[in-house]
T-cell receptor, first 116, second 112 residues
Framework: KNQVEQSPQSLIILEGKNCTLQ??????????LRWYKQDTGRGPVSLTI?????NTKSNGRYTATLDADTKQSSLHITASQLSDSASYIC???????????????FGQGTILTVHP | DARVTQTPRDKVTEMGQEVTMRCQPI?????VFWYRQTMMQGLELLAY????????DSGMPKDRFSAEMPDATLATLKIQPSEPRDSAVYFC??????????FGEGSRLTVL
């Protein structure tokens, strides 16, 4: 069964500190891995999309890593800001063949709270 | 500023009533998804369309839920009759082919 596990479930850090969120998956055949940020009361917004051949991808203060061998990904947030408080969702896509959109498996998310 | 538009943003209704949620995908996007999000289950796929044709609605309770795309600019999700367990946030998302997925702001449904 395809699964995506995220840890920790929640995290509290002080503004300006760094943090790393983890994502382990058992999705097969792997197509790509995405990280989304979801602010309270809003829809998820894409941060990064990584394919099999990509080890690292950055988007501003967000850096995602992917180890396709161990089926692990991490999202590192540098110099956190109050606006980083949100739920971070790891999503893994399985190959569907042709141009069909692969089936997405969602993690439960990590709730990050940044305190001043 | 291209975005997925969902209406209504909030809906409170009584058990047994019909609920219709609407979504306007980003212009030119040919893949549209309906998701449901709850605290317990997270995001669950209900249905998805490509070029207006339903490709997967296996996540949707068929007896009360229906999803359609009357045209390329409108997707609808209907619940009839609604039940308290349907209370959740319903998200529409669209994509061009199999590229990045863009979510709407969601429709929060409360069934009393």
């Amino acid at each position: 069964k395809n699964q995506v596990e995220q840890s920790p479930q929640s995290l509290i850090i002080l503004e300006g500190k760094n943090c790393t969120l983890q994502c382990n998956y058992t999705v097969s055949p792997f197509s790509n891995l995405r990280w989304y940020k979801q602010d309270t009361g809003r829809g998820p917004v894409s941060l990064t999309i990584m394919t099999f051949s990509e080890n690292t991808k950055s988007n501003g203060r967000y850096t995602a890593t992917l180890d396709a061998d161990t089926k692990q990904s991490s999202l590192h947030i540098t110099a956190s800001q109050l606006s980083d408080s949100a739920s971070y969702i790891c999503v893994v896509s399985a190959h569907a063949g042709g141009t069909s959109y692969g089936k997405l498996t969602f993690g439960q998310g990590t709730i990050l709270t940044v305190h001043p | 500023d291209a975005r997925v538009t969902q209406t209504p943003r909030d809906k409170v209704t009584e058990m047994g009533q019909e609920v219709t949620m609407r979504c306007q995908p980003i212009l030119g996007h040919n893949t549209v998804f309906w998701y449901r999000q709850t605290m317990m289950q997270g995001l669950e796929l209900l249905a998805y369309f490509r070029n207006r044709a339903p490709l997967d609605d296996s996540g949707m309770p068929k007896d009360r839920f229906s999803a359609e795309m009357p045209d390329a600019t409108l997707a609808t999700l209907k619940i009839q009759p609604s039940e308290p367990r349907d209370s959740a946030v319903y998200f529409c998302a669209s994509a061009s082919g199999y590229r990045e997925l863009f979510f709407g702001e969601g429709s929060r449904l409360t069934v009393l």
